[in-house]
């Protein structure tokens, strides 16, 4: 009976916007259900996962103390709609015993999936990355976490440098941060593409948002929470 009311509630709870502009992509789609609920809604997916070397698999789940057994394959396996979206991996635990195995896997997902050209790959292991690169995946260098309007010059100025020689010494086209990076972002990093996710709910804020986004050519992605729902 919960599970029916729970399912009545996510479907009940599934916005369906009159135009999915394609830089909109949801957020945290990690659930099944929220993945299936949404795939119509939004031009792209994001989706938190873990290596697990012992299984030579992808586990979704956030953070490191996390318990779960949900499999990527499952989640790929699930979707109807997996022609018409783009899918944005977030690889929590990308290193190096782990960066050659786990790009021939996501290799291999993309393949039984058919999902050429639809797959970025993030991580905040810049040097990892080029094993993606190598396979021909899309990726994006998550910068580090800093407040650019509170830190300081000080900090700024190593966080800009460290972003700059990754960028310079792995060869990245694409870097990816918080909403609240993305004038920083723009004015250190003119030239570099760049991947951004947003996570306030005043929607009026959140479209003007979007809406500078959408109107920078250097700018690919957006990524959204569930609005006006009480499911997620």
Same mark, same amino acid.
């Given at each position: @009976? *919960?599970?029916?009311?729970?399912?009545?509630?996510?479907?009940?709870?599934? &916005?369906?916007?009159?135009?999915?502009?394609?830089?909109?992509?949801?957020?945290?789609?990690?659930?099944?259900?929220?993945?299936?609920?949404?795939?119509?809604?939004?031009?792209?997916?994001?989706?938190?996962?873990?290596? !697990?070397?012992?299984?030579?698999? +992808?586990?979704?789940?956030?953070?490191?103390?996390? !318990?779960?057994?949900?499999?990527?394959?499952?989640? +790929? &396996?699930?979707?109807?709609?997996?022609?018409?979206?783009?899918?944005?991996?977030?690889?929590?635990?990308?290193?190096?015993?782990?960066? @050659?195995?786990?790009?021939?896997?996501?290799?291999?997902?993309?393949?039984?999936?058919?999902?050429?050209?639809?797959?970025?790959?993030?991580?905040?292991? &810049?040097?990892?990355?080029?094993?993606?690169? #190598?396979?021909?995946?899309? $990726?994006?260098?998550?910068?580090?976490? &800093?407040?650019?309007? $509170?830190?300081?010059?000080?900090?700024?100025?190593? *966080?800009?440098?460290?972003?700059?020689?990754?960028?310079?010494?792995?060869?990245?086209? $694409?870097?990816?941060?918080?909403?609240?990076?993305?004038?920083?972002?723009? #004015?250190?990093?003119?030239? *570099?593409?760049?991947?951004?996710?947003?996570?306030?709910?005043?929607?009026? !804020?959140?479209?003007?948002?979007?809406?500078?986004?959408?109107?920078?050519?250097?700018? #690919?992605?957006?990524?959204?929470?569930? @609005?006006? $729902?009480?499911?997620?």
């Amino acid at each position: @009976m *919960v599970v029916a009311v729970l399912l009545t509630v996510v479907a009940l709870s599934c &916005a369906r916007p009159s135009e999915k502009p394609s830089k909109v992509w949801l957020h945290r789609a990690n659930d099944i259900a929220k993945a299936r609920c949404f795939q119509n809604d939004y031009a792209g997916l994001e989706v938190d996962v873990h290596f !697990v070397d012992s299984l030579n698999t +992808f586990i979704i789940k956030h953070d490191f103390d996390e !318990v779960s057994d949900h499999r990527l394959e499952d989640w +790929f &396996a699930s979707l109807e709609n997996r022609s018409k979206l783009g899918f944005w991996i977030d690889f929590k635990n990308l290193n190096q015993n782990n960066m @050659m195995a786990s790009a021939k896997e996501m290799a291999r997902l993309r393949k039984v999936f058919s999902l050429n050209g639809m797959i970025i790959v993030e991580s905040s292991n &810049a040097r990892c990355l080029k094993a993606f690169e #190598d396979m021909d995946f899309r $990726t994006s260098y998550y910068i580090p976490f &800093a407040y650019p309007d $509170t830190d300081g010059h000080e900090k700024m100025q190593k *966080v800009t440098d460290e972003i700059r020689d990754n960028i310079e010494k792995y060869e990245l086209k $694409t870097i990816s941060g918080y909403f609240f990076q993305y004038k920083f972002m723009q #004015d250190s990093f003119p030239e *570099v593409r760049k991947l951004i996710w947003y996570h306030h709910y005043d929607t009026r !804020v959140r479209d003007s948002f979007i809406r500078l986004v959408e109107a920078d050519d250097l700018t #690919d992605v957006i990524l959204v929470a569930v @609005m006006d $729902t009480i499911a997620y």
